[in-house]
């Protein structure tokens, strides 16, 4: 069996993956960032808040760790659906251009974000967005637009790279703001930056082994019953990213938790033998520890497991099929690229059991009322 | 003759570093006697400064003051950081090398003056050259 024979469009995206870093990199240089976020703006905001649905809102939990260590801002990430109806609106402008919002849509489609964008200005927060589509209808809304800059043809769904374009933008705007309020030094910033093109060089010259080992398992995989993912803090977005791409790729019944829950709840589930599961641990998550017990309460429950790590492989039972990453030079890069490592399983169960992605040509999914699922707006009762 | 040297050093934010033991090193070094020794500094958010090597609490003073002349501001034009910004315009206000005279082998001014190195943002991995002439 030839793996080159199954690749899809998530494995043909993966050769990519260095070069789509590098586009954004160029993209959101220092004069997008710094008209996006002009100084006073910067200053003026005391909380940021970042939102987005799916794969965005992954991406907002994935990178809240580099707001918080290098940027030093109080940094919340909401749900579109919440940030749009439910947050009150004391939140929202309690001080001028505060909390500065930073909503995420790659398409810039999508109703939700351009709701919650909408809302924050009416109360005069500050709003940007982070997007490939800087003509978008959620850019016209926005006060700022980034503009991700992802290279011609990259899909959006499902989207690893896509997905990049969002969390290297936030990444650079993280280093932005740390930079400007002086929480990093002009080596530091540097450093940091270059440090984003270091990993992906170095998790590109992986990626054929990645997708030997993705294809592997995939073939163990492809007819278990559900696909169970464990991840913690900034992992959990990861953790996330994997068990939605399970659905988009090839609809297999999926559930994702943080380890401690996941103790508490996913434990329970029955047959285990035929619950493939995914862990994303790494060494220095502050609940490591925990990763690794869970980590070993998997094994006794004879469920089949994937660890993502950059710790030694060592440190996991025997038998676990360990995708070891390269160690970043900070911690907080691991998320930017680590999602690759399930989505090549999951891209490759798809073809290896003929399910189309997204089922596109299959009419059940294509009904009038399900095409506007995404893009159709309601009215937002302002609270 | 003509002898230069570049020396490395850490700083902290907003910083005064005294780089007199280090100057008098460099001239032993060159072994001139009679002549004169520059001291630049090749960064523009630093420089180098001289007062006296007396009181440390004078030193403190004159950081503190260069800070109040040109205080970190987010109304610069230039936006990478206020301290950045301001950092720029001290440079530029006082200067980024200092010209002394060397006489029998010594600088004229040494035990009056000393030789300070001024970091106006950082913490960062600086540097100073020093060029000695004469003969």
Redesign the interface.
């Known amino acids: 069996m030839d793996r080159k024979d199954y690749e899809d469009s998530l494995a043909q995206q993966s050769w990519l993956s260095e070069e789509t870093v590098k586009a954004v990199v160029n993209a959101v240089d220092y004069k997008a960032l710094h008209d996006a976020m002009p100084i006073k703006e910067i200053f003026d905001a005391q909380k940021i808040i970042i939102t987005g649905m799916g794969d965005s809102y992954c991406a907002g939990i994935a990178v809240k760790p580099i707001f918080e260590k290098v940027a030093k801002v109080e940094t919340e990430v909401w749900r579109a659906i919440e940030f749009s109806r439910i947050m009150s609106s004391k939140q929202l402008g309690f001080s001028p251009n505060t909390p500065m919002v930073i909503g995420i849509s790659v398409s810039g489609n999508p109703a939700r974000v351009q709701e919650c964008l909408e809302r924050a200005n009416h109360y005069h927060a500050n709003t940007i967005l982070v997007t490939d589509q800087p003509s978008s209808p959620t850019a016209q809304v926005a006060r700022h637009v980034v503009y991700a800059g992802l290279p011609e043809g990259t899909p959006y769904g499902p989207g690893a790279n896509s997905y990049i374009g969002s969390l290297v933008s936030l990444a650079l705007m993280a280093i932005r703001i740390g930079r400007a309020k002086g929480t990093i030094n002009q080596n530091e910033w540097e450093d940091m930056s270059k440090s984003i093109l270091t990993y992906a060089a170095d998790f590109q010259a992986k990626m054929a082994e990645f997708n030997d080992q993705a294809f592997a398992v995939a073939q163990e995989w492809k007819d278990l019953k559900a696909y169970d993912f464990i991840g913690d803090y900034a992992d959990y977005a990861t953790a996330f990213f994997g068990s939605a791409k399970v659905l988009e790729a090839f609809g297999g019944y999926t559930t994702y938790d943080d380890s401690e829950d996941w103790n508490h709840i996913n434990f329970f589930l029955t047959e285990p033998e035929k619950i493939g599961r995914v862990i994303v641990a790494n060494e220095n998550t502050p609940s490591f520890n925990r990763l690794k017990e869970t980590a070993e309460t998997v094994n006794a429950l004879g469920s089949p497991c994937i660890v993502v790590t950059d710790a030694d492989p060592k440190e996991f039972p025997e038998g676990f099929c360990v995708f070891q990453t390269p160690k970043p030079k900070y911690d907080w890069l691991n998320p930017i690229l680590q999602h690759w490592c399930f989505s090549l399983v999951a891209g490759y169960i798809s073809t290896l059991n003929g399910i189309e992605q997204f089922r596109r040509s299959n009419p059940i999914w294509q009904t009038e009322i399900g095409k506007k699922r995404l893009r159709g707006k309601t009215e937002i009762k302002l609270v | 003759m003509f002898y230069t040297e570049t020396r490395y050093l850490e700083t902290e934010?907003h910083s005064i570093k005294d780089i007199t033991p280090e100057i008098r090193e460099i001239l032993a070094a060159s072994g001139i006697q009679n002549g004169l020794l520059v001291v630049e500094v090749p960064h523009s958010?630093a420089s180098v400064m001289r007062t006296t090597g007396g009181p440390l609490d004078i030193r403190q003073d004159l950081v503190n003051e260069v800070r109040r002349v040109v205080p970190?501001r987010?109304?610069f034009l230039h936006?990478?950081?206020?301290?950045?910004a301001a950092g720029h315009i001290k440079c530029g206000l006082f200067g980024n090398s200092i010209t002394s005279i060397v006489k029998d082998g010594k600088l004229v001014s040494d035990g009056k003056l000393g030789w300070f190195f001024m970091e106006y943002?950082?913490?960062?991995?600086r540097k100073y050259c020093v060029a000695v002439m004469g003969e």
Do not use: C
């Open positions: 934010a958010t970190s987010i109304n936006e990478e950081s206020p301290d950045d943002d950082g913490p960062r991995a």
